[in-house]
C-alpha cells in the first residue's frame, strides 16, 4: 500500500504565473484534504473534499486558488497569477471516513510530502 | 488567535532519557487529538491520537496524555532515540475534519 503522493516535490516560479500540484491520495481513501505550511508554523487548513465533492474552503483560499478532485480520486490545487506571499509547502492529506483511533467520525488524516513552492 | 500552543520551539533529550513535549489549546470544544512527527523534506508523519473520552492513549514508546480541564496534552517518548529527533506537532479537531495545528517542537535527542 503506498501513501500519499505529491507532484511536483518543488516548483520555482516567477510572480504572475499559474502553477497547478497534483495529489494522489491511499488508494480508496475518500476524503482529500490540502493544508499549507509556511516557515516555523504547523500546516494550515485550505480545503477539504468529500468523493468529488469539495466541501469547506478556508478564507485562506483566495480567489486565485482552485481545487478540484473530479472523479474522487486524485486532486489538483491550482494557483492563478503567483505572488511571492504564496511561496510556502502545500500539504495534501488523506483519510477514510470514520477510521482511526478517534470514536465516530474521527479519522487520522495521512499527509503527503508535500510540494515546496517558491515564488520569485 | 493561535487555539493549539507548542509553547516551546525546541528541546534537547540524552539518548535513553524520557523526552515530554507538551500543548495547550483554547478551544473546549477541541475533542480528537493527534501527535505528528516531521521530518525535514517530507510531510508530517502520524505518531499518536486521543479523543477526549480518554486522558492517556499508548503505543509502544509513545504515550500521549490529555488533561481537560487544564485544556492540556502532552507526549512522552520513553526511552528517547537518536531517531526521535524531529519536529513534532500537535493538533486539534472539534467534530469536523478540520485539524488545527500547533507551531511545533524541534526535538533533538543527543546520542
Known amino acids: 500500500d503506498t501513501g500519499v503522493s505529491q507532484n511536483p516535490r518543488h516548483k520555482i516560479t516567477k510572480r504572475g504565473q499559474n502553477v497547478t500540484f497534483r495529489c494522489d491520495p491511499i488508494?480508496?481513501?475518500?476524503?482529500l484534504y490540502w493544508y499549507r505550511q509556511t516557515l516555523g508554523q504547523g500546516p494550515e487548513f485550505l480545503t477539504y473534499?468529500?468523493?468529488?465533492?469539495?466541501?469547506?474552503k478556508s478564507r485562506l483560499l483566495s480567489d486565485r486558488f482552485s481545487a478540484e478532485r473530479p472523479k474522487g480520486s486524485f486532486s489538483t490545487l491550482e494557483i492563478q497569477r503567483t505572488e511571492q506571499g504564496d511561496s510556502a509547502m502545500y500539504l495534501c492529506?488523506?483519510?477514510?471516513?470514520?477510521?482511526?483511533?478517534?470514536?465516530?467520525?474521527?479519522?487520522?488524516?495521512?499527509f503527503g510530502p508535500g510540494t515546496r513552492l517558491t515564488v520569485l | 488567535d493561535q487555539q493549539v500552543k507548542q509553547n516551546s520551539p525546541s528541546l534537547s533529550v540524552q539518548e535513553g532519557r524520557i523526552s515530554i513535549l507538551n500543548c495547550d489549546y483554547t478551544?473546549?470544544?477541541?475533542?480528537?487529538f493527534l501527535w505528528y512527527k516531521k521530518y525535514p523534506a517530507e510531510g508530517p508523519t502520524f505518531l499518536i491520537s486521543?479523543?477526549?473520552?480518554?486522558d492517556k492513549n499508548e503505543d509502544g514508546r509513545f504515550t500521549v496524555f490529555l488533561n481537560k480541564s487544564a485544556k492540556h496534552l502532552s507526549l512522552h517518548i520513553v526511552p528517547s532515540q537518536p531517531g526521535d529527533s524531529a519536529v513534532y506537532f500537535c493538533?486539534?479537531?472539534?467534530?469536523?475534519?478540520?485539524?488545527?495545528f500547533g507551531t511545533g517542537t524541534r526535538l533533538k535527542v543527543l546520542a
Open positions: 478551544n473546549s470544544m477541541f475533542d480528537y
Open positions: 473534499f468529500q468523493n468529488e465533492a469539495q466541501l469547506e
Open positions: 486521543i479523543s477526549s473520552i480518554k
Open positions: 493538533a486539534a479537531s472539534s467534530g469536523t475534519y478540520k485539524y488545527i
Open positions: 488508494s480508496e481513501h475518500n476524503r
Open positions: 492529506a488523506s483519510s477514510v471516513q470514520g477510521v482511526g483511533a478517534g470514536e465516530g467520525w474521527a479519522d487520522t488524516q495521512y
